[in-house]
């Protein structure tokens, strides 16, 4: 069983940054693509970015292109995403989540993913 934790959210001012860390303390993290997805009140949940299992491939909504991170470190079961340059559109519960099959290509709809952490809130405001 794999279950995730996120930590890292807060309340900042537009165009600041944040650092997301999600745990894993399941096994086998390394072989399960891995993805943020966020929602704000009153919408659908979104999908942020994702990284694959390899670390190698990444992608990210356009919406946060050249201004978040997303990274991994397989040693010790976690995942990142940073985040510059925040703007008030980011406010969001932020959520990790796994990818249903293990060594799969990167997904993008969250029906691709079976285990999701508790969501952490991140909040852009002046």
């Known amino acids: 069983q794999v279950d995730l934790r996120e930590f890292g959210g807060g309340l900042v001012q537009p165009g600041a940054s944040l650092r997301l860390e999600c745990v894993s303390t399941?096994?086998?993290?390394?072989?399960?693509?891995m993805g943020w997805f966020r929602q704000a009140p009153g919408k659908e949940r979104e999908f942020v970015s994702a990284?694959?299992?390899?670390?190698?491939?990444?992608y990210y909504v356009d919406s946060v292109k050249g201004r978040f991170t997303i990274s991994r470190d397989n040693t010790k079961n976690m995942m990142y995403l940073q985040m510059n340059s925040l703007k008030s559109e980011d406010t969001a519960v932020y959520y990790c989540?796994?990818?249903?099959?293990?060594?799969?290509?990167?997904?993008?709809?969250?029906?691709?993913?079976?285990?999701w952490g508790q969501g952490t809130q991140v909040t852009v405001s002046s």
């Open positions: 990284l694959d299992y390899s670390g190698t491939n990444t």
């Open positions: 399941g096994r086998p993290f390394s072989t399960y693509t």
């Open positions: 989540a796994k990818q249903t099959k293990p060594f799969d290509s990167l997904q993008l709809g969250p029906d691709q993913y079976d285990t």
